[in-house]
T-cell receptor, first 115, second 113 residues
């Protein structure tokens, strides 16, 4: 399977704990995005990378959130001191600059539940 | 500020009929629009897109119409099939490549056999 993969698929944690999610994009894609989706809403943009550079961050991305893409391949999203409001589906997407439709390809998501 | 809105949370149609999903936007800087389909437990899947310089794009059973003056786009599926039952998201972006997508809330389409 050469699509976007995310790990873990589900994460249950207690409030105050730190969690880290991983995303592996489609191998030749140079852009990688993180989105968050809550129930009844569409995905909301969090941040994106072009290669290893983080080019844009949403104001939704509080100081407790940090994302990295150290070698321009996989990315991690860490949430420190989780809160119940962080419970959501975290989606990763990748794209290739200059592709025909410039569409973003999404992974299956990581569902986070904060108790 | 919800810049992309899908005002119908759900739509139910009979197999073989046309499904029309609607989307409105407020940001006149949007110049590229996309539709995604999402099945449960999967990520959104790209369906079809349209540039703001066009008013129609067709791909098989799927056609997207863009009315820039009304800041409105619609997705037509004809004929509708039960396998089309999913949540459909309208998304928009500024720039020509790679920037953030702004999504609507989604419309749950149910196609009844």
């Amino acid at each position: 399977d050469t699509g976007v993969s995310q790990d873990p698929r589900h994460k249950i944690t207690k409030r105050g704990q730190n969690v880290t999610f991983r995303c592996d994009p489609i191998s030749e894609h140079n852009r990688l995005y993180w989105y968050r989706q809550t129930l009844g809403q569409g995905p909301e943009f969090l941040t994106y990378f072009q290669n290893e550079a983080q080019l844009e961050k949403s104001r939704l991305l509080s100081d407790r959130f940090s994302a990295e893409r150290p070698k321009g391949s996989f990315s991690t999203l860490e949430i420190q001191r989780t809160e119940q409001g962080d419970s959501a589906m975290y989606l990763c997407a990748s794209s290739l600059t200059g592709s025909r439709y410039n569409e973003q390809f999404f992974g299956p998501g990581t569902r986070l539940t904060v108790l | 500020d919800q810049q992309v809105k899908q005002n119908s949370p759900s739509l139910s149609v009979q197999e073989g009929r046309i499904s029309i999903l609607n989307c409105d936007y407020t940001n006149s800087m949007f110049d590229y629009f996309l539709w995604y389909k999402k099945y449960p437990a999967e990520g959104p899947t790209f369906l079809i897109s349209i540039s703001s310089i066009k008013d129609k794009n067709e791909d098989g059973r799927f056609t997207v119409f863009l009315n820039k003056s009304a800041k409105h786009l619609s997705l037509h599926i004809v004929p509708s099939q039960p396998g089309d039952s999913a949540v459909y998201f309208c998304a928009a972006r500024t720039g020509t490549s790679g920037s953030r997508l702004t999504f609507g809330e989604g419309t749950q389409l149910t196609v009844n056999p």
